[in-house]
Every structure is written in structure tokens, then in C-alpha cells.
């Protein structure tokens, strides 16, 4: 009997033991912050860049003057880690593949924005991606016909308000399978 007992109290110290492994391996989870509504978002065209005229020339002076001022040398450079050449099974199906990671090189969180080139159309807008944090299966938030789209992914760094820090624009294929 004594031995059952033993023989029970040793496969229990084995299998929370095993728990505890597994628990201290696990990638820990970040959260994603909810980010722009894709029917309110409109991109901040300043916010992206300047369009210099002969008639606003002291105003985008002064607009780069206040933004040098706010943003700061690791704020103009970002990395992140993507797939490439996202297929979606259905535009309103999440994707096995399409991934998006804020790597923790980064400063601040990031966002992105999926553009479909030949429509001119915004299909979806991510969450707010903190340090760290993978966007994955996630569906298009607009109905595309299957066929392969050249799509614009930006991507946007941000700092603690959720304001644009700067941009960078990546070319990939969104395939809608059905």
C-alpha cells in the first residue's frame, strides 16, 4: 500500500513539474490594443509627409520645426517581421499566413494598413501592436472578388498618444482564394 501511495505522490511531482517546464518555455502574450476603425480611419497626410508648394513653404518649415521636436532619432527607424504574398481562403476568412511582428528592437508600437493598389482602397487596418506583439489570422474587412491583388502594406510607428511617427510602405500579393 505504502508503496501505491508513493508511486501516486511521484507521478503528481513529475507531471507539475512537466506543467511548470511547459509554462516557463511559453512565448508570453502580448495583447494588441484596439486600433483605428477601418470606416473612421483616414491616413494623417501630414503625418506621412509634406507635399512642398510655393504657397506653403513657411508652413511646412514650421510644421518639420515642431515634429523635429517631438520626434527623436530612433523615432525616423523601425523593424518589423512579415510573411510575404498573404493568402486569404475567403477576403472575410482569417489567413493561415499573413503575420505581421513587432520585433523588440523597436522603441514604440506599431499599426499598419492594407491597401489595395488598383482599387485605391484601405481593406483593413490593424490594432495597435506593441513592443514584442504578432498580428496574425486576421480576414480583410472589405469583400474582394478571388483573384491576386498588388497590395501596399504601411506601416505605421506611433508613440505613446497613438500619433504617427513615421511611415514605411512594403509591396506585397494578397490572394483571395474563393
Known amino acids: ?3 501505491v501511495i508513493v508511486v501516486i505522490a511521484l507521478a503528481i511531482i513529475i507531471a507539475m513539474a512537466a506543467a511548470i517546464i511547459v509554462l516557463l518555455n511559453r512565448e508570453p502574450v502580448i495583447q494588441l490594443i484596439p486600433g483605428p476603425v477601418l470606416g473612421e480611419y483616414q491616413r494623417d497626410v501630414e503625418a506621412i509627409g509634406f507635399v512642398v508648394t510655393e504657397d506653403n513653404v ?13 520626434i527623436t532619432p530612433e523615432d525616423h527607424r523601425f523593424e518589423f517581421s512579415m510573411t510575404n504574398n498573404w493568402t486569404f481562403p475567403t477576403a472575410r476568412t482569417p489567413s493561415p499566413n499573413a503575420r505581421i511582428r513587432n520585433v523588440e528592437n523597436n522603441s514604440r508600437t506599431i499599426f499598419f494598413d492594407i491597401m489595395i493598389n ?8 490593424s490594432p495597435f501592436m506593441p513592443l514584442g506583439s504578432e498580428h ?3 480576414a480583410l474587412d472589405y469583400d ?3 483573384g491576386t491583388y498588388a497590395a ?10 497613438f500619433e ?9 500579393n494578397i490572394i483571395v482564394e474563393g
Open 152 to 161: 501596399t502594406i504601411t506601416h505605421f510607428l506611433v508613440d505613446d498618444d
Open 144 to 146: 474582394l472578388e478571388p
Open 58 to 70: 513657411e508652413e511646412v518649415r514650421q510644421a518639420l520645426a515642431e515634429q523635429a521636436e517631438r
Open 1 to 3: 500500500m505504502m508503496l
Open 136 to 138: 496574425r489570422n486576421f
Open 118 to 125: 488598383d482599387l485605391d482602397t484601405i481593406v483593413y487596418v
Open 164 to 172: 504617427v511617427l513615421t511611415t514605411l510602405a512594403i509591396g506585397i
